[in-house]
């Protein structure tokens, strides 16, 4: 519900818009979300030698799953490493919980693990937000503890179509969400990032009738331009403007200097409106070379520079339940093969 009705607003104001006219030194700027509710999915190591093997240079995983870090060790890939949903509430109430999980997870395995961020939950929701800054807190706490806050930084993973309001134009975004103040503090205090799942796809499929044009969702050259009246900036393609707005939204709340990690975003090859093999190809090859600007500056017209990004998901991941497009995000099938032609290799 929360994506259908700021999809409609971005239709809507997009028309009106029309009309108006640290440790490790090395910097991963594209890298995949690695889920694993798959029938037969390789193993981890498998798939770590999977992505070295196609130029892939960071991994998200979606908990603590020894074998992967096991695999990923001295692999060169950098890591956005998640808690676990399940496991944030107890994070935040008990300061123990979150030492042995730095014990367990982080400190047997970094530095030969490039562990950049902690994901302290992945879109959660109703009760559970009220557990995510004190569980960031205590979980910081415990990698400070362990001598390890410069190099790992702390965060959450939001879904913007829920936290974000008055999405369009981007320079009048704010956060929807009251836990969100405290969240932005934290990482305006600790240096870390927001990490934001960003989908232009779903504003796209919920718009049928086309007042957000295919070109303008997938980066497709030449698209109808759209400028910002709020600040003059003019916008090529809507996944700039929906980081641009978590950027305003940010600012909004006190947090001036924080970055955004697009902590998740893909265009689903099957299942749904819009969705095929040609616009998930078409999306995601050119969020690769938007992330690395090949086709233009890196970086929002609002924040200009180097970007880390993940894109959603290496495999199509079968066992998902819901809305039948969760199913064919995937680059590559469980048997390794690609769904469709990606280059991760930008010169």
């Known amino acids: 519900m929360a994506r259908q009705q700021v999809a409609s607003m971005l239709a809507v104001a997009l028309i009106v818009g029309a009309i108006f006219g640290s440790v490790p030194t090395a910097v991963q700027s594209m890298g995949v979300?690695?889920?694993?509710?798959?029938?037969?999915?390789?193993?981890?190591?498998?798939?770590?030698?999977?992505?070295?093997?196609?130029g892939i240079q960071g991994m998200r995983i979606y908990g603590p799953h020894k074998p992967t870090l096991d695999a990923m060790r001295n692999s060169g890939l950098g890591l956005l490493l998640d808690v676990g949903n399940d496991k944030v509430c107890e994070l935040a109430?008990?300061?123990?919980?979150?030492?042995?999980?730095?014990?367990?997870?982080?400190?047997p395995y970094y530095p030969a693990v490039d562990i950049r961020h902690i994901a302290v939950g992945n879109e959660l929701n109703g009760c559970a937000t009220d557990c995510i800054a004190p569980a960031m807190r205590?979980?910081?706490?415990?990698?400070?503890?362990?001598?390890?806050?410069?190099?790992?930084?702390?965060s959450t993973s939001v879904n913007y179509y829920t936290v974000v309001r008055d999405a369009f134009p981007p320079s009048s975004a704010a956060f929807a969400r009251p836990y969100m103040a405290d969240v932005a503090?934290?990482?305006?205090?600790?240096?870390?990032?927001?990490?934001?799942?960003?989908f232009p796809y779903f504003a796209y499929a919920g718009n049928p009738g086309g007042a957000i044009s295919l070109g303008f969702a997938t980066f497709r050259p030449g698209a109808a331009t759209v400028t910002d009246p709020g600040n003059g900036l003019t916008y090529r393609n809507l996944f700039d403007a929906m980081v641009d707005g978590v950027y305003a939204a940010l600012d909004k709340a006190g947090a001036p200097n924080v970055s955004v990690v697009v902590s998740g975003s893909g265009w689903p090859s099957a299942g749904g409106f819009g969705a095929s093999l040609e616009n998930a190809r078409d999306y995601n090859q050119r969020l690769i070379n938007h992330t690395h600007g090949k086709d233009g500056p890196q970086g929002t017209p609002r924040r200009p520079g180097r970007m880390e990004t993940y894109v959603f998901s290496m495999f199509n991941e079968d066992l998902k339940m819901g809305d039948p497009t969760a199913r064919h995000f995937g680059l590559f099938y469980a048997n390794e093969e690609p769904v469709y032609p990606i280059n991760f290799r930008i010169d």
């Open 33 to 54: 979300c690695y889920g694993p509710l798959g029938s037969n999915l390789p193993s981890s190591s498998q798939v770590v030698e999977l992505c070295k093997s196609v």
């Open 93 to 107: 109430a008990s300061p123990c919980s979150a030492a042995a999980f730095v014990r367990d997870y982080v400190v």
């Open 138 to 154: 205590n979980v910081h706490a415990a990698l400070a503890d362990a001598g390890l806050t410069g190099a790992i930084k702390v």
């Open 185 to 198: 503090r934290f990482l305006e205090t600790t240096g870390a990032q927001l990490l934001a799942n960003v």
